[in-house]
């Protein structure tokens, strides 16, 4: 069983369209974070939210932090081909020292 | 180069061969992570360094697993006696100190493949 669960698992849409990548459990975590990872790649850091009902922005995302720190949402704007790639997000719980990873969602955007 | 560096980036061994894998870190970071990734799946933690010190070693599948640091730089994943279900994408990263918030900086990973 995932601790983080990503919905949806694989994503394909159009050049243009909205898209919302979502990461759910039923614990709660000090602090999340978003990753997006290329084929060939490691993982680079695109957010941290460490507060409930946190909101960041980063030019056409928005990372979203739930208020009970149980969950969290990316929403991307007028999604383009390079933002294809597999989005983790990964939190801390409690005092452990490392991270928990999502099992990832896979984004497709076709031009 | 300044990022996490890994060698070789691909492996490819028979069955009950042993396998070590590389990891050079940033220069300066105290934290070190090794992490296994099955195809277009999450990450699965394994083991993290502060230092040369490894706390907590239960993330590793087996006692066919083990890793070490020394000079709080260089690291080394070592898998003996490989088996088929250890052919993954095994990745290191490293942060400036150990935390729950610092970024981690992923090296490219080393595939492994199990024949």
């Known amino acids: 069983t995932q601790l983080l669960e990503q919905s949806p698992q694989f994503l394909s849409i159009q050049e243009g369209e909205n898209l919302t990548v979502y990461c759910n459990s039923s614990?709660?975590?000090?602090?999340l974070q978003w990753y997006r990872q290329e084929p060939g790649e490691g993982p680079v850091l695109l957010v941290t939210?460490?507060?409930?009902?946190e909101v960041k922005k980063l030019k056409r995302l928005t990372f979203q932090f739930g208020d009970a720190r149980k969950d969290s949402s990316l929403h991307i704007t007028a999604a383009q081909p390079g933002d294809t790639g597999l989005y983790l997000c990964?939190?801390?719980?409690?005092?452990?020292?490392?991270?928990?990873f999502g099992s990832g969602t896979q984004l497709t955007v076709l031009p | 180069g300044a990022g996490v560096s890994q060698s070789p980036s691909n492996k490819v061994t028979e069955k009950g061969k042993d396998v070590e894998l590389r990891c050079d870190p940033i220069?300066?970071?105290?934290?070190l992570y090794w992490y296994r990734q099955s195809l277009g799946q999450g990450l699965e933690f394994l083991i993290y360094?502060?230092?040369?010190?490894?706390?907590?070693k239960s993330g590793l599948p087996s006692d066919r697993f083990s890793a070490e640091r020394t000079g709080g730089s260089v690291s080394t994943l070592t898998i003996q006696r490989t088996q088929q279900e250890d052919s993954a994408v095994y990745l290191c990263?490293?942060?400036?100190?150990?935390?729950?918030?610092?970024?981690?900086?992923f090296g490219d990973g080393t595939r492994l493949s199990i024949l």
């Open positions: 990263a490293s942060s400036r100190v150990l935390g729950g918030n610092q970024p981690q900086h």
């Open positions: 614990s709660v975590f000090s602090s």
């Open positions: 939210v460490v507060t409930g009902g």
């Open positions: 990964a939190g801390i719980r409690g005092s452990a020292r490392q991270l928990t």
């Open positions: 220069s300066g970071h105290t934290a």
């Open positions: 360094f502060q230092g040369n010190s490894a706390p907590d």
